[in-house]
């Protein structure tokens, strides 16, 4: 890979061991299971850079199976047997002793599918016929169907906005981005009506302390809100507020009770930014942000360097998904939108997120290097 | 593809930026409300591992200390209260199952070194131990403990004041809790029982307890006609054992003895309600009103406790503080002599006192002495402050030789002390349970320059303030005056 990319790998290396280090903190056991998933990680972004190193435009040509396997991997969660829900949502995936969130994967296939589909049919979708959008309307359905079936709006707020920005770079056409934006809110909508577990999001994030007691959902009884629902949400910005401008330093934060139970939840997948927050302060969680905003100018430039639609298409889907999975777990942290459990790139415990992040990681450098060589043979 | 690609990556990165500036809302902006809130477990815990600092008494003597314990790696420093429920209620507690309260709650800041003071700016950088100011108490913990005793099972409450300064010396109520017991036995503490209900161990009674003060009011009143220039010590009075208001007679405590021909300096010895009565209808409630605010009455007392640990004392009409517009809204002759609406704190009836014995200048009443840092430099001295005038030197010094007469021979020679001029009033007050009453006596007195303002309340007595508040004010002088008083 002479020609790839020089800054992408040593920014998602700085986040993996930022995370790293930020579990062991946490939880030194599930440090180490972490690392082993950052060598399965690899291992999966060395075979993909190997096998596609001549040309990975190859893939194209399986694009509709890419979109098949995206959709079976999303509804697979739904499965009768092999499906779990943890946390009142359904995204997991457990079979015998391995446990894993196709969610995360799914996402990857459906951007290749999108830069496949979307370079055929730019042209003819930006002359906006109606027939060609059937299998756009598809997936619009299928994203309403996951987020049905998963009650997790975060996830589907993800696929649905990759699918939207990667429908107005092939097209260039605002107006559809506004039209599917308007779809999902109807959609959204009608969910939130039907499913008590969105409800309860919603209204936790808009009045998550409340000076009466309200109805309790978990136990049936009244309680205060920032005792019941929104407790994990209220603590997490309590354990931001305490880290202040220069944070409490690493090691000195404060996560569990004097007693030694946890305070906050979910600590180092779901809520490990605001870990980082307080023991690195606005200082350290800036700097954090910042790599995240460097991985994104950079995978953009990459988009913008490549030659062909599918390149292009391929470089800006994976970094946009990049990016809005970023804002949609620290924003639903920082209660900027409603809070929905999904991983921070790189940095959150998990493998299924550890080996998907890697793979498009791969896809980026790929990308990168051929734009690259090209630029410089020309 | 290029346009809608850079515009894309102005999306993503325009994210993060929203992400940035959230971040600093709330770590900057927020951080300080968020760490106020009671419900912030994390904020409760991070502050065990400060070392808080202590609170000390007269003599040197901890009220509040810290005891070190290791938990997993890290060293927390949680409180142990030495004295248990001697001050509780000034002192208050710190836990982490519970909401902190009194001196511990409102000085929270000096206490574990957030209150900008360098050295622990520079312990949380480079991550030692922070360790917070102490607290020097103005209370003199052997007559505290002489209030207890005296108040012997009973419920009340006694507040003694240094006169000339405004010093909080004795501040205790009974009943009281063992602040050691908030953390893991809070079911003891709820479990206290006492004569008198509501029981509340944890009120401190002596700053947020409303009760009718009775004829301790007549001080008020008393003060309220001299000054007004409408009496002297000797106008003449006519007592026909009764008072006559809107048609109505309200007898004298005693009815079976009317004074017949009476001055005002024998009425306030004796107690005689008919001539406050008729001077209340004289000078109007309003009047009464206004001088009741210059000593104070109607705003919160000034004290380093929390503020909703205060009340301030005054008219009250379904638990709200009530400023009457016109005279007949309250009825002038049972205000006079401490009946209609009204409700006072201890605190406030000690300042009262304090105010006659101190010329008429109301002062500024404190229980912190000073605050010292760890290396045990000065951060703050508190200074006596003067409120502001109630009354002129003259009027007050006719009170409290007034209030002489009440000790020497009048209702409240239990409290005499022989070598110490005790000056004082006794106060009665019916709770509306017949034959309970709540009783008072509020005092001062002095030797060598120095002097002392003490009020008592004692609840749900069968007797007179005079029998039962004025024995306990008496022990409290001893206490703080020393044994030589009794020779």
């Given amino acids: ?378 | 593809m290029n346009d809608q690609i850079r515009k894309l990556a102005l999306v993503g990165t325009a994210l993060i930026v929203v992400l940035v500036v959230a971040t600093t809302y709330w770590q900057a902006w927020a951080a300080g409300d968020l760490a106020d809130r009671q419900d912030n477990q994390i904020q409760r815990v991070a502050q065990f591992t400060v070392k808080r600092g202590e609170i000390i008494g007269s003599a040197g003597r901890p009220l509040a200390k810290n005891k070190r314990q290791k938990i997993g790696g890290r060293t927390f420093f949680f409180r142990g209260y030495p004295q248990g429920g001697l001050a509780a209620h000034v002192v208050g507690y710190s836990t982490q199952s519970r909401a902190r309260a009194g001196l511990e709650r409102s000085l929270n800041d000096y206490l574990t070194g957030s209150n900008a003071n360098l050295g622990a700016v520079l312990d949380k950088l480079t991550g030692a131990t922070v360790t917070g100011s102490s607290l020097h108490l103005t209370l003199n913990l052997k007559a505290q403990r002489a209030a207890l005793d005296a108040l012997d099972g009973r419920c009340g409450s006694i507040v003694a004041l240094d006169v000339r300064t405004g010093k909080v010396l004795v501040m205790a109520n009974l009943p009281t809790y063992n602040p050691n017991l908030i953390e893991e036995s809070f079911g003891k503490i709820a479990q206290i029982d006492a004569p008198c209900r509501p029981v509340a161990p944890l009120i401190n009674r002596a700053t947020n307890g409303l009760y009718a003060p009775g004829s301790t009011f007549k001080v008020v009143t008393a003060a309220a006609a001299l000054d007004s220039g409408k009496y002297e010590p000797d106008s003449e009075f006519v007592d026909p054992g009764y008072c006559e208001v809107y048609g109505r007679r309200v007898n004298n405590y005693d009815t079976t003895r009317p004074f017949g021909k009476v001055d005002l300096r024998d009425a306030l010895k004796y107690s005689v309600n008919s001539v406050f009565c008729n001077i209340g209808k004289e000078l109007g409630s309003k009047r009464i009103v206004e001088y009741a605010k210059r000593f104070g009455f109607y705003s919160t007392p000034p004290l380093e406790t929390p503020a909703n640990e205060r009340a301030p004392s005054g008219l009250y009409e379904q638990g709200e503080l009530f400023d009457p517009e016109l005279d007949s809204d309250v009825d002038p002759g049972r205000f006079a002599f401490g009946q209609e609406r009204l409700l006072v704190t201890p605190l406030q009836m000690a300042m009262l006192a304090g105010t006659i014995a101190n010329d008429g200048v109301v002062m500024r009443p404190y229980v912190v002495e000073e605050i010292r840092d760890p290396d045990g430099e000065i951060v703050t001295r508190t200074k006596p402050d003067e409120l502001g005038r109630a009354v002129e030197p003259e009027t007050a010094r006719a009170v409290a030789s007034m209030m002489r007469g009440a000790v020497e021979d009048g209702t409240g020679t239990a409290a005499k002390i022989s070598g110490l001029a005790v000056s004082g009033k006794t106060g009665t007050a019916e709770t509306g349970v017949r034959g309970l009453n709540t009783t008072w006596f509020i005092c001062f007195a002095g030797r060598e320059g120095r002097e002392v303002a003490v009020a008592v309340v004692v609840e749900q007595q069968r007797s007179t303030g005079g029998q039962t508040a004025a024995p306990i004010a008496r022990e409290v002088l001893q206490a703080l005056f020393g044994p030589t008083a009794n020779s």
Avoid at chain 1, 20 to 27: A, D, F, N, P, S
Avoid at chain 1, 36 to 62: N, S
Avoid at chain 1, 245 to 269: A, R, V
Avoid at chain 1, 303 to 327: C, H, M, N, Y
Wanted: charged share 10%; net charge positive; with cysteine.
């Fill in chain 1, 1 to 378: 890979m002479p020609y790839a990319d020089p800054y992408l790998l040593p920014l998602a290396a700085l986040l993996t061991a930022i995370g790293v280090t930020t579990i062991y903190r946490l939880e030194p056991d599930d440090a180490f299971r972490q690392s082993l998933w950052v060598v399965i990680g690899v291992a999966f972004f060395a075979v993909a850079l190997v096998v596609y190193r001549h040309d990975y435009r190859r893939v194209e040509r399986y694009k509709y199976l890419f979109g098949l396997g995206s959709l079976v991997l999303l509804a697979l969660p739904a499965l009768p047997g092999i499906g779990q829900t943890i946390n009142g949502a359904r995204l997991w995936v457990k079979v015998g002793p391995l446990q894993f969130q196709p969610g995360e994967l799914a996402k990857i296939l459906l951007i290749v599918f999108l830069a496949g589909y979307l370079r055929d049919k730019r042209e003819v979708l930006a002359q906006g016929r109606l027939k060609d959008f059937g299998p756009l309307l598809l997936i619009w359905g299928a994203a309403m169907l996951v987020l049905f079936q998963t009650n997790d709006l975060g996830s589907a707020l993800l696929q649905f906005g990759i699918f939207l920005a990667m429908v107005y770079v092939a097209t260039g056409r605002a107006s559809f981005v506004a039209a599917g934006l308007a779809l999902f809110l109807l959609g959204a909508a009608a969910v939130y009506q039907v499913v008590d577990h969105v409800q309860q999001r919603v209204t936790i994030w808009l009045q998550p302390w409340t000076e009466e007691p309200v109805l309790c959902a978990q136990t049936g009884e009244q309680a205060l809100r920032q005792d019941c629902g929104s407790f994990q949400l209220v603590k997490s910005l309590y354990s931001i507020g305490n880290g202040g401008f220069g944070g409490t330093g690493l090691g000195q934060g404060t996560f569990t009770t004097t007693t030694g139970d946890p305070i906050i939840p979910y600590l180092n997948t779901d809520f490990i930014y605001s870990a980082i927050a307080q023991e690195l302060g606005l200082v350290g969680a800036a700097a954090l942000l910042l790599v995240y905003m460097l991985f994104v100018a950079r995978g953009m430039r990459v988009a913008i360097r490549a030659d062909d639609g599918f390149s292009k298409l391929l470089a800006a889907g994976l970094t946009f998904g990049f990016a809005l999975q970023t804002f949609i777990i620290v924003g639903g942290v920082l209660r900027v939108i409603p809070l929905t459990g999904i991983t921070l790139p790189f940095v959150s415990y998990g493998g299924s997120s550890v080996v998907a992040n890697f793979v498009l990681l791969a896809g980026l450098l790929l990308v990168s290097n051929r734009a690259n060589a090209q630029h410089t043979l020309r």
